[in-house]
C-alpha cells in the first residue's frame, strides 16, 4: 500500500498538482501553516525522546547479530515506534501538499520530493526486514528527528508572518545543521562497519548511499544559496 501512496504523492507533486492549480490563485493557509508546524515540533520531540529512551533501555542488543533472538525480540517490542515514525513521515507529505496549494513552486524541488519519498520508503523497508535494521537505525533517525525539530520551529516561526523575519537570521545555519547531521550519519555507519557491530548488508550500503546522495543535494543547494 504504502508504494501506491508514494507514487501518488510523486505525480500529485510532479504533475497533478501544479496542473490543477495553474490557473488558479494560490490558497493563503496561514493559519493551517501555524497549527501544522508546531504540531509537528511537538511530535518529532515526542519522538525523539521516544527514540533516546529505546537505545538506552536496547543497549545491551546493540551489537548483537540480526538473527540473534535477543536482538529479534527488542525488535519486535519497538514496532510501535517504527510505526509511529513511519506515520509522522507521511504526515510530514503535507509540506509538499502546501507548497502546491500556495503556488510556492521555488521550494518544490526534486531535493524536497526525493527526501520525502525515499524516507518512507527506506522505514517502511526497515519494518519488514528486521535482519536489515540494526541499531544504527535509530541512530540516524533521531539525529534526522532532532534536525526536524529545529527545521519546524523555523517554519512555524516564519508562517506566523513577515514581522518574524528578523527572528530568522539563521536559516542559513539550519542548513549547516542538516548537511552536519549526513556527515555525522555516514562517520557513524563506517565506525559502525570497522568495529564490527553491522555487516554491509542491502540495506546498509542503501541507506549509505541515499545520505551519500542527499549529502551532494543540500551542499548544492548551500553552494547556490549562500
Wanted: hydrophobic fraction near 50%; glycine fraction near 4%; proline fraction near 4%.
Amino acid at each position: 500500500m504504502l508504494p501506491s501512496i508514494i507514487i501518488g504523492y510523486i505525480l500529485f507533486a510532479t504533475w497533478i498538482g501544479p496542473s490543477l492549480m495553474n490557473t488558479r490563485k494560490p490558497f493563503s493557509l496561514r493559519k493551517v501553516m501555524v497549527a501544522y508546524n508546531f504540531f509537528e515540533v511537538v511530535v518529532n520531540a515526542y519522538i525523539f525522546q521516544w527514540i533516546f529512551s529505546v537505545l538506552i533501555k536496547n543497549r545491551h542488543v546493540h551489537c548483537l547479530p540480526h538473527d540473534d533472538p535477543r536482538y529479534l525480540s527488542a525488535y519486535q517490542k519497538n514496532l510501535p515506534l517504527w510505526w509511529f515514525i513511519l506515520l509522522n513521515k507521511m504526515s510530514e507529505l503535507l509540506d509538499t501538499v502546501f507548497f502546491v496549494l500556495r503556488k510556492k513552486w521555488n521550494q518544490l524541488s526534486g531535493l524536497h520530493v526525493t527526501h520525502h519519498s525515499t524516507i518512507c520508503l527506506l522505514i517502511w523497508w526497515f519494518m519488514r526486514n528486521p535482519s536489515g535494521s540494526g541499531i544504527y537505525c535509530f541512530i540516524v533517525l533521531g539525529i534526522n528527528i532532532a534536525v526536524h525539530c529545529v527545521m519546524y520551529t523555523y517554519y512555524a516561526l516564519s508562517s506566523l508572518g513577515p514581522h518574524m523575519d528578523k527572528y530568522l537570521w539563521w536559516k542559513k545555519h539550519l542548513t549547516a545543521f542538516q548537511i552536519g547531521q549526513f556527515i555525522f550519519d555516514m562517520a557513524y555507519v563506517f565506525i559502525e562497519f570497522l568495529t564490527g557491530c553491522e555487516k554491509a548488508g542491502a540495506g546498509e550500503i542503501f541507506t549509505l548511499a541515499f545520505i551519500s546522495f542527499l549529502l551532494m543535494l543540500f551542499l548544492n543547494l548551500y553552494k547556490k544559496k549562500y
